[in-house]
């Protein structure tokens, strides 16, 4: 499905995909495995991440299995555009956080024949669409979501519930501060 030959880009077909899910559902993993696919593949790759996401390094795209690759903290989408001239793929880590003019950007990546792959949350911890996402998923060309496990049952989990009382949206969190849930768990708090 996802064709990682082809190294020219007037000749590419650009498309959109979307990497979903909650806290701890192996989202940014999934994203790295793919573009590492390109690289081997020896498409040119950026990846960027909003500059808000600065839990444990500027550079790097790190999961939490800290599975590393080099990415560009960006203030805004609009930057995205700027920074992607002459690549094949173009990897977004963490998109809820960025503004909503991330679809376009996305859009017009993909209408230039650059593979655009996008990864982040599609909840916030309430539990409602987060930020640009519900727009990447309805028009992607492919979306992916990926489950944790609830950590009460053990069940697929894709709420990510916040242990902390802090309300502020933009809170990234480790293990202490969020714990993935199924709905009957999840829904079982409110
Ligand atoms: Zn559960």
Not at 1 to 8: S, V
Not at 14 to 39: D, H, Y
Not at 95 to 123: E, H, K, P, S, Y
Not at 124 to 148: C, I, Q, R
Request: aromatic letters at 6%; a neutral charge.
């Amino acid at each position: 499905m996802f064709l990682e030959n082809k190294a020219n880009r007037d000749s590419q077909r650009g498309w959109i995909e979307v990497i979903v899910g909650s806290m701890f559902s192996g989202k940014t993993e999934e994203l790295l495995r793919r573009l590492k696919r390109a690289e081997i593949a020896r498409q040119k790759v950026e990846i960027f991440k909003p500059m808000v996401d600065v839990r444990y390094s500027d550079t790097e795209v790190v999961s939490h299995d800290s599975n590393a690759i080099r990415s560009t903290p960006v203030e805004s989408s609009g930057n995205i555009l700027l920074l992607s001239s002459n690549v094949n793929v173009v990897g977004i880590d963490e998109a809820q956080f960025f503004d909503n003019g991330l679809v376009d950007v996305c859009r017009t990546l993909a209408n230039q024949g650059i593979r655009v792959i996008v990864a982040g949350l599609d909840m916030d911890f309430k539990g409602k669409p987060f930020g640009p996402m519900p727009g990447l998923l309805a028009t992607a060309e492919y979306v992916t979501k990926v489950h944790a496990i609830c950590m009460r049952c053990g069940d697929l989990a894709h709420f990510s519930h916040r242990l902390s009382e802090n309300d502020k949206l933009v809170l990234l969190g480790e293990k202490a501060e969020y714990e993935p849930l199924c709905r009957k768990c999840y829904s079982k708090l409110k």
